[in-house]
């Protein structure tokens, strides 16, 4: 009996050490959190002096107390700056007690080497190292917070006058036309236009030529903009409910047109562009003038993406050129990878194209229009470009993966002639580097690091990379101590058997290899960018509170993301249902076979906005594979969602293609375990997606849950869906019930 009993004991011990989703784990994953701030000395808010001459930053020391560091970058030397002496004169001054060891400094910059300004308590402040005083330089009036967003659109039928470069002349809009008067003279006014009307009018969007004889604008056929109606539940200045709206155009939607004009103000004449050479437009901008004032350039993108000019408009023949045209067979990424630099002294454009495959940079003739050289090529991408000095003929920008056998999404510095020669790698240490620039980008602090390598700041030459002075290296002890574990970078070929997928993996703390871990995966699977982390960060979104609960969390790039070739890119075209997805799942069962204890049969998904859309069409497309998914303000029809971030990947006109990827559309597929998170008040995805689904589910009968967070935006929930979104994985992935959470 006394041997039954000790077996007994013996395998209720091995069942309680095997168990997760306890009480425990969760109050260890809120631990967690808390130790993410045990990280010290990494630079933050960097910032320049006008003069390039010095920098200041803040930092975290492991006393938990912060400082300020200025650097003189000329004498490579630090000045500290004491917080607790700012502090105390501060409150002297405002006879209040007002801690700053913690806060943020709004406008930090240094003045000069012995000198920094910074905002608090509606006050400039200047702090002068040498002396160890504090003045007040300024005091700042109540601003209030601007109302704007994302999609609001601007009256451009109306607006300021403008003056004339020799400053004789205002050119205004009234009565929908273009007027022209001298600014001494109210009687010499000169209706300049005739032709203008409220559904076709002329922009306020006035610009004058250099010598002040031409003026340029738009006339402008007016397309009528969606308003999307959010319902707020819960206000907090009246009982009642109220409506809010938001402009808010969607696929398809009709889109206002532009034709660019030019007005001779001594003749009258008045040249427009040709419309067939513009038509169908999804965006016309960035109207500038040539530096011989007869004629204008400006970039037209078409709708669908797939065609993007730099057209010329001449201010005398009315002929209308193109100077740049980029075609695709799949999108132009207009939004994310575009850049242009017009050489003015040499006649010369800096173009980025993807037209060989890859993001790089090409030399243009101004005139032309012809290639006069491509300026970085090979299998890799320029991420973006720092600066091009049209003296010296350089460029400086960031790159990633020219490097071989490492992993192609970290960012490196580099610096190249324009002729295409002389390409000098300035950041040549094997991590993610970030660099902040002087104003004339002769110097620049990097800070680089790896997800599993902690950063260190450097101040380095611009022209050559080398090392001018050690800033800091970051101090993780006390995050090691607590039991931290950095995330491991993994790779695996893909769905094609060749191409390369990355992404991390996360354990718990207490990790053991013999148990069993259900894998979650948080994605991410928006065309913009990548976005598995390449540099060193504890948090990681919420990923190690939930590993910490019995998980192995992994975050995955996929094809169909940004920043590799354009082939690899594509993927996304009109398909974002795909998601990446077959790379994720290859990934994940090579991870497993790799790692047995990750449970390959137990797999779950989050994410939000795009990831809420993804994270629902992985439980409907992929059902064999994801088991439960937790999606929050998700897309989950792409023509519920703003416009241009949808008909960007999946085209234009609105063709089957959307129906195929529309969640709402395939609710019927639903096998696994769904929750649903939206903000009452999101004006990024219109909420109305979600409940549409809902609506959806209900009719196929689809068990589901939905939480609806009044009052909130685009979010993931905040807390509270937190909460519910790691109970929802125990409980479906765990088989445990969550404990209640006022025991934690």
């Known amino acids: 009996m006394k041997l039954r009993i000790t077996a007994f004991l013996l395998f209720i011990l091995q069942v309680s050490s095997y168990a997760q989703g306890t009480l425990d784990d969760y109050k260890r994953a809120k631990e967690v959190r808390n ?6 000395n990494i630079p933050q808010q960097i910032t320049w002096a006008e003069d390039g001459g010095s920098f200041v930053y803040k930092l975290k020391q492991k006393d938990n107390k912060s400082i300020l560091v200025l650097v003189d970058a000329q004498a490579k030397s630090k000045k500290i700056i004491d917080l607790e002496a700012m502090s105390e004169q501060m409150s002297k001054l405002l006879s209040e007690t007002v801690p700053l060891n913690n806060s943020w400094f709004v406008g930090l910059k240094p003045i000069n080497n012995n000198e920094i300004e ?6 400039v402040w200047r702090w002068n190292v040498s002396e160890n005083k504090l003045s007040i330089q300024k005091e700042l009036n109540d601003n209030e917070r601007g109302s704007g967003y994302w999609g609001q659109k601007w009256d451009d039928s109306k607006g300021k006058p403008i003056e004339s470069p020799d400053k004789v002349y205002l050119a205004y809009i009234k009565n929908n036309n273009i007027y022209v008067r001298k600014k001494a003279d109210l009687k010499s006014e000169k209706q300049m236009t005739f032709d203008g009307s409220p559904g076709l009018y002329y922009s306020a969007r006035l610009d004058w030529s250099a010598d002040s004889k031409k003026l ?3 006339k402008v056929r007016k397309a009528e903009v969606r308003q999307l109606t959010l319902l707020e539940s819960s206000p907090t200045d009246q009982l009642q409910p109220k409506l809010q709206y938001r402009d808010y155009a969607k696929p398809g939607d009709a889109l206002s047109q532009y034709y660019p004009v030019i007005v001779n103000v001594e003749s009258g004449q008045v040249v427009e562009v040709d419309p067939k050479q513009v038509e169908n437009q999804f965006s016309l901008y960035n109207i500038r003038w040539r530096p011989d004032n007869n004629a204008i350039t400006f970039e037209y993108n078409q709708r669908g993406h797939q065609r993007y000019d730099v057209l010329e408009l001449d201010a005398v023949t009315g002929q209308t050129k193109p100077i740049i045209s980029e075609t695709s067979k799949t999108f132009i990424d207009y939004s994310g ?20 495959g890859w993001n790089h940079l090409y030399l243009i003739d101004a005139k032309t229009g012809k290639v006069k050289n491509q300026i970085t090529k090979g299998n890799w991408v320029v991420r973006k470009v720092i600066n091009v000095n049209e003296t010296d003929r350089k460029i400086i920008f960031e790159g990633s993966g020219r490097n071989k056998n490492e992993d192609p999404y970290l960012v490196r510095y580099y610096t190249i002639g324009l002729d295409g020669n002389g390409l000098k790698e300035l950041s040549p240490e094997l991590a993610n580097h970030q660099g902040y620039f002087n104003k004339d980008f002769s110097k620049f602090i990097d800070v680089y690091s790896l997800v599993d390598q902690a950063p260190k700041a450097l101040l380095r030459d611009a022209k050559t990379g080398k090392v001018e002075l050690d ?6 002890s006390d995050l090691t101590a607590s039991g931290w574990k950095a995330p491991e970078v993994f790779s695996t070929v893909g769905r094609d058997g060749k191409t390369d997928i990355w992404g991390v993996i996360i354990r718990p703390n207490n990790f053991d290899p013999n148990k069993k871990y259900p894998i979650i995966e948080y994605i991410y699977a928006g065309p913009h960018s990548s976005f598995v982390p390449k540099s060193f960060t504890s948090g990681l979104s919420g990923m190690y509170e939930l590993a910490e609960l019995g998980f192995i969390v992994v975050q995955i790039d996929g094809m169909g993301t940004s920043n590799r070739s354009k082939a690899f890119h594509d993927v996304a075209w009109k ?13 994940m069962k090579a991870a497993a076979q790799k790692y047995p204890y990750m449970d390959i049969d137990k797999v779950g998904i989050y994410g939000t906005s795009a990831g809420g859309q993804s994270s629902t069409g992985a439980v409907l497309f992929h059902p064999e594979f994801y088991k439960v998914a937790v999606s929050s303000c998700g897309c989950h029809d792409n023509r519920m969602d703003k ?3 949808n008909e960007q990947w999946m085209g234009w006109p609105i063709g089957p293609q959307y129906a195929e990827c529309s969640n709402i559309e395939n609710a019927h597929r639903l096998e696994g375990k769904l929750m649903l998170i939206v903000g009452e008040l999101d004006d990024n995805v219109d909420p109305a997606s979600t409940y549409q689904l809902v609506n959806q589910l209900i009719k196929n009968g689809k068990e589901h849950e939905l939480i609806m967070v009044p009052g909130m935006g685009h979010s993931s929930g905040g807390d509270y869906g937190e909460k519910k979104r790691r109970d929802f994985f125990v409980k479906n992935l765990l088989g445990v019930e969550p404990p209640a959470w006022n025991l934690y």
């Open 118 to 123: 910074f905002t608090e308590k509606k006050k």
């Open 216 to 218: 340029s604008s738009s």
């Open 35 to 40: 130790n993410f701030g045990k990280i010290y």
């Open 471 to 476: 800033l800091e290296f970051a101090d993780l």
């Open 643 to 645: 416009i241009w971030w």
């Open 575 to 587: 398909n974002l249902k795909d998601a990446g997805f077959p790379d994720r799942i290859a990934w």
């Open 337 to 356: 990878k575009k850049y242009r630099k017009d050489l003015e002294k040499s006649n010369e454009i800096v173009w980025t194209s993807e037209r060989d």
